[in-house]
């Protein structure tokens, strides 16, 4: 089948988009283009929620105040202090950005369930300004808001509205698929599922995660705005916490496979709670919020039977329609497993949520054939190479000790590695080994001792900053996307190497910089020998090869010093032989290459040292073929047998 490039499926899911856009009110009766007016309002607030929770997973219940936000900053503006509705746009929007990004400040960098708790609180009590402060009209509203003015074109009614809300839909559905087609929305995908291996990769999760959120905080602020000036009187109802559960519900039930989700999220939401109104208000036989307990329900058996949404159900139903490859014309495709259980994660391939995310490779919006073909591209640049100084070794741990309570993980550990050599670090089971590597990457801070890499102390960096001296790492537990293909898994490496900002990205201006990182990675999946698995799903291979799909993206990385933990766990013989061929000819270009490894007869015939490990301590130090033969090392390591 043709790939076609996803910048020319988005082309040409834009023009589908103004097609239905520009037909749809002629089909329509008039009463329910004023409600598309509303669903394209409530998309746009939807859509940032599908970016923010659905794929960056991060709960936001305080969207209506954002879009409050939007509408008073707006009314007030242009009903007390007489400016033009035009001129406070760019006012709401850096209005609601610094706001976001005030709240996320305090909320994203902690840990845990701060954001859904801290946007409560914000929910709630930006209700309550609008509702009590005089000059916002109290409970009463503000009403006689202008309307909006295109030149000479005043926008009177719902019709016109609904030209320029729905243009607006379709330029923030495109900027988000872009968004989440690039390298910053590949960190996107990853923040949910593997915040830890995207900063090891120089990526720093909780500058995203507000960078989301202010992004979703500005269409919700568009979306107030033009909501002000269609409806030209507001009040404080429709952006209560109320109302941003609803929201919130939109972006659940459209799902976090694609963009296009927020619109039928959007539309379902609204659609649902009209019928539920006039149902309910016929068997109740009163007005009051009962269609919040039914979507409450609702909720609850999404999460059990519907967790990616219904965009996936409704994608299946209309593929036979539109052709495979167009489904995907905007689904920027973020659908990474919502339940941590459907990470891939060792083998856990055989959990209900993975049997689910298999079903949804076959269906036509599976991700891994969203990406974008491998074209001739410029070069990537290359990282700076931070040397030691002349006879120091590339890194020198030591006298390192690690407790984790009462356990001493790593006791007064010393070794260096010299540059250009690979390093092994072996020793059985609870060793140590992996700790030693947590200690190395930054993950792990030392209880004692002094870690220093080309001359320079890691003590106080993070991961990120360490991963921008030049280290790149595998993770003994594969910290895949499983959703994501190879080569957009791969791609990842390459985060430091490439430039282009949030907003760029959003523009599609990144396309160069993009091109240039998909052909490396494609380069580094040929190199570890997997040419021909670029768009299989990274779930779908065997663990072995997962492993090397690892080391591709730490090679995408182009670091100084590889760090592997295990990489040849799960490999077979073959497989272990083309590795080791692999590593002696990243050793032959000049990386150095520190390698945990249990499989004795790989380290002995790769490595140009090894440091052996037992209960934390160093027990030894040499060539293989004198730890080989160390009696020390076989009693302890072999339990004394040859
Ligand atoms: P290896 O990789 O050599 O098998 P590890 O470094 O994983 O060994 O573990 C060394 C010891 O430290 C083990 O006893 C393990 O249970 C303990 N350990 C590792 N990580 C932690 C942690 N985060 N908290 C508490 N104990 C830990
Ligand atoms: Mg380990």
Request: contains cysteine.
């Amino acid at each position: 089948m043709m790939r076609i490039a996803p910048g020319t499926r988005r082309l040409l899911g834009i023009v589908a988009g103004i097609v239905v856009v520009a037909v749809l009110p002629r089909l329509v009766p008039e009463y329910a283009v004023t409600l598309l007016d509303y669903i394209g309002l409530y998309t746009l607030v939807a859509l940032g929620l599908v970016l923010l929770t659905g794929v960056a997973g991060q709960t936001s219940f305080g969207q209506a105040a954002f879009v409050g936000i939007g509408a008073y900053t707006s009314a007030v503006l242009t009903t007390q202090l007489g400016y033009s509705p035009w001129l406070t746009l760019p006012i709401v929007l850096l209005l609601a950005g610094v706001l976001a990004w005030i709240v996320g400040s305090i909320t994203l960098r902690m840990s845990g369930h701060y954001l859904p708790l801290g946007t409560i609180a914000w929910g709630i009590s930006l209700f309550y300004l609008f509702g009590t402060l005089p000059a916002l009209g109290g409970f009463g509203g503000i009403s006689d808001i202008p309307s909006l003015a295109i030149g000479p074109l005043e926008l009177r009614d719902v019709g016109h509205f609904y030209y320029l809300i729905w243009t607006l839909v379709i330029a923030a559905l495109w900027a988000s698929a872009n968004l989440l087609d690039s390298r910053i929305g590949r960190a996107v995908r990853a923040l949910k599922a593997r915040a830890v291996m995207v900063e090891s990769f120089g990526v720093d999760p909780a500058r995203l995660r507000i960078q989301v959120f202010m992004f979703a905080a500005l269409l919700a602020g568009l979306s107030g705005w033009l909501y002000a000036h269609m409806q030209r009187f507001i009040n404080p109802t429709p952006f209560s916490l109320n109302v941003g559960i609803e929201y919130l519900f939109m972006a659940v039930v459209g799902g976090s496979g694609s963009v296009l989700g927020a619109v039928l999220g959007a539309f379902g939401v609204t659609a649902l709670k009209e019928v539920l109104q006039s149902l309910l208000q016929r068997f109740a036989g009163e007005s009051g919020p009962y269609e919040l307990i039914v979507f409450g329900i609702a909720i609850v058996l999404m999460l059990q039977y519907a967790r990616n949404g219904l965009w996936p159900l409704a994608a299946r139903a209309l593929a036979p329609l539109l052709g495979s490859n167009r489904t995907a014309a905007i689904t920027a495709g973020g659908g990474q497993p919502t339940a941590p259980g459907a990470a891939v994660d060792g083998g856990q391939r055989t959990t209900p949520a993975t049997v689910a995310n298999a079903e949804q490779r076959q269906a036509p919006v599976a991700l891994a054939d969203t990406g974008r073909p491998t074209v001739p591209a410029a070069a990537l640049e290359r990282r700076p190479k931070a040397d030691p100084p002349p006879g120091e070794p590339l890194l020198a741990i030591d006298d390192v000790v690690k407790r984790f309570g009462g356990l001493v993980a790593t006791n007064h550990v010393t070794f260096a590695i010299r540059p250009g050599e690979i390093l092994g670090l072996i020793g059985p089971n609870g060793a140590g080994k992996s700790t030693m590597f947590n200690l190395i990457s930054g993950h792990l801070a030392p209880t004692a001792g002094q870690i220093r890499f080309a001359g320079r102390p890691l003590a106080g960096l993070l991961p990120a900053q360490i991963a921008r001296l030049g280290m790149a790492r595998s993770f003994q537990h594969v910290k895949l996307i499983g959703q994501m293909s190879v080569i957009e898994n791969v791609a990842i490496g390459a985060s430091l190497r490439a430039h282009k900002g949030f907003v760029a990205t959003c523009l599609g201006l990144d396309s160069a910089e993009e091109d240039a990182l998909m052909a490396e990675a494609g380069r580094q999946v040929a190199r570890v020998g997997l040419t021909g698995h670029e768009w299989d799903a990274a779930a779908s291979l065997p663990l072995g090869k997962q492993r090397v799909v690892e080391i591709a993206r730490a090679l995408c990385a182009d670091p100084t010093l590889l760090l592997l933990d295990e990489p040849a766990a799960g490999l077979r013989f073959q497989e272990k032989q083309e590795l080791a061929r692999l590593l002696r000819g990243l050793r032959d270009q000049g990386m150095t290459v520190l390698l945990v490894e249990h499989d004795m007869d790989f380290v002995m015939s790769l490595t140009d040292r090894l440091v052996v490990l037992r209960f934390g301590e160093k027990l030894a130090e040499g060539p293989p073929i004198e730890i080989q033969r160390n009696p020390a090392v076989l009693e302890a390591y072999l339990g004394g047998v040859e």
